[in-house]
């Protein structure tokens, strides 16, 4: 009995040096431990000026839903939704609309930094001239239809998804008006019977990047997905590079109704090609097209469901396209231009001597390019749970003794993130504390 006493006031003691070592490790953690995420998400998240807020000063208990990150993303939501509840849109100067990038000098940009960059259109430059140094690519169709071709491919990365690759080719139809027909969210329901809800998170009307959320609806047996997609368009002449990936948004966390992809990538190259009547006129279209996703299916199965239903979804596009068209044709007679299609008329001009730089891996802009940050919340907890539940077990293990430093700051590194240190600096700490003990 006495035995039995033991263990569970030793358990109890345990569990409450565990509890007080998470308190502590919470309250003192310092600012290099906390996530980028937190750091990003007042850019990302940031309304426009006109509606900046200030936090109260006094403390509430609603403060997580109150955060400046968060609540400024409701403002830019609803201010987003009033644009495009407008009747009319108001005209914007070329001035605005061309962000220019002269010779590969780089301009700054006043919204949405580092959400897609230079260092994207590079590496969709660099697949459109097959310089990507990449896998050799296998066709796996070609189908043709009145004033449409659909040629596609697919490589299997020995890391990642599937890649594919497409080049379509739509009869008597212009760069700009594909361009605007894949841009326009609003309309894509119609020929996309998958994109179930579009909303705009947050936009720039300086260099047209925009951050959009797409729902898309998958089989039954399946929850659907969600997407945080961050997009731009550069211009070159007649030729346009439009650039569309996953994007990490912190103060739009996933949700239980819908499986968030992350990653996701789905650019494309527009530009004017000869028609297939080979009459030398440049009438038709060409759309070279690069996605792969993690839709979270096995492999196989996502591969498998891809050719199945491939064609069936592509061959949507073409009388898509047409009335899209007709729809332009209307819109000189009053109708409204949609917002996206909209935001797809604002650029970033480059030149031809600027295309063939970035395809032979140059590039205006220093920053690395940017990644999906994956840091959330509750992964720092699940680090702070096991830091203290080690610091626990240490001092129950040894009787509530003195847990050396060098163990604590060690597990305080390897949580923050920090450069392991040079190897003759260890070496030395190692040394001194050796010195120490034996005195």
């Not at 970035?358 to 702070?384: I, M, Q, Y």
């Amino acid at each position: 009995m006495a035995l039995l006493m033991t263990i569970i006031i030793g358990l109890i003691l345990g569990w409450l040096a565990f509890v007080v070592g998470l308190l502590i490790g919470w309250a003192w953690k310092p600012r290099w431990v906390s996530s980028p995420s937190e750091e990003k998400a007042q850019s990302q998240c940031s309304a426009p000026r006109s509606f900046e807020l200030s936090s109260p000063s006094s403390p509430s208990p609603l403060k997580g839903f109150g955060s400046a990150p968060c609540f400024k993303t409701l403002v830019c939501g609803t201010w987003n939704m009033a644009l495009r509840q407008q009747k009319t849109v108001s005209p914007v100067s070329s001035s605005e609309q061309v962000h220019v990038l002269d010779g590969g000098k780089k301009t700054e940009e006043r919204l949405l930094p580092n959400t897609v960059t230079e260092l994207d259109l590079r590496h969709l430059v660099q697949l459109v001239e097959r310089k990507d140094g990449g896998l050799a690519w296998t066709q796996m169709m070609d189908q043709f239809i009145p004033g449409m071709r659909y040629q596609a491919w697919l490589r299997e990365p020995k890391n990642g998804p599937t890649e594919y690759r497409s080049r379509t080719v739509f009869e008597d139809a212009t760069p700009e008006v594909v361009r605007d027909f894949f841009w326009d969210d609003e309309f894509r329901p119609t020929w996309d019977t998958m994109l179930a809800s579009s909303t705009t998170v947050e936009e720039c009307t300086s260099t047209g990047t925009m951050i959009v959320r797409w729902i898309r609806k998958f089989p039954f047996f399946c929850s659907d997905r969600e997407y945080m997609i961050g997009r731009r368009i550069w211009n070159c002449g007649k030729s346009y590079y439009c650039v569309t990936k996953g994007v990490s948004v912190p103060c739009i966390p996933p949700n239980n109704k819908q499986k968030r992809v992350d990653l996701f990538y789905s650019s494309w190259c527009i530009r004017p090609v000869e028609s297939r009547r080979e009459d030398g006129v440049t009438s038709a279209c060409e759309v070279l097209l690069f996605h792969h996703e993690d839709m979270g299916i096995p492999k196989e199965i996502a591969k498998l469901g891809v050719k199945r239903g491939m064609w069936g979804a592509v061959k949507k596009m073409e009388p898509g396209l047409r009335a899209y068209q007709e729809q332009i044709l209307s819109r000189e007679g009053g109708s409204k231009l949609s917002r996206p299609a909209f935001m797809a008329q604002i650029n970033t001009k480059i030149t031809s001597e600027h295309i063939v730089s970035l395809s032979n891996g140059a590039t205006s802009e220093a920053e690395a390019p940017v990644t999906l940050d994956r840091g959330n919340g509750g992964e720092n907890l699940k680090k702070l749970l096991f830091i203290g539940g080690a610091v626990a077990i240490a001092c129950t293990l040894s009787g509530g003794g003195f847990v050396p430093p060098a163990v604590l700051l060690g597990f305080g590194k390897r949580f923050g993130g920090r450069k392991r240190e040079p190897q003759g600096t260890a070496t030395t700490t190692t040394r001194s504390q050796s010195q120490t003990s034996s005195s």
